[in-house]
């Protein structure tokens, strides 16, 4: 987890709340260069605690969804990472 050059971009007003602390932490990881959140969305399901996982593999990196409560939220990270690394790096960041 050494230093890096990764950003987080701030195009919304309005994250998950308790996102954006883990997506800073997660930009700090080597090989991760922009994280994007994106849409918001209201979904049936409920989620108590805030969750992080891949969805799809996109052109330089990876969509995630975030979920917490009755909210998910798209999260497009640019990556030379490979899915076990940023899975990895995620699951040390939601512990």
Do not use: C
């Not at 309005?14 to 930009?27: C, M, Q, S, V």
């Not at 996109?58 to 999260?75: F, I, M, P």
């Amino acid at each position: 987890m050494a230093g890096s050059d990764g950003r987080v971009v701030w195009n919304h007003s309005t994250h998950i709340p308790g996102l954006i602390p883990i997506l800073e932490k997660l930009a700090n990881y080597s090989g991760v260069t922009t994280i994007t959140p994106g849409v918001i969305a209201r979904v049936r399901s409920h989620a108590p605690h805030l969750r992080l996982k891949i969805s799809v593999p996109t052109r330089g990196g990876y969509k995630l969804l975030a979920r917490k409560g009755k909210s998910v939220q798209e999260v497009f990270v640019i990556t030379d990472l490979s899915q076990g690394q940023l899975e990895s790096a995620i699951a040390g960041l939601m512990d």
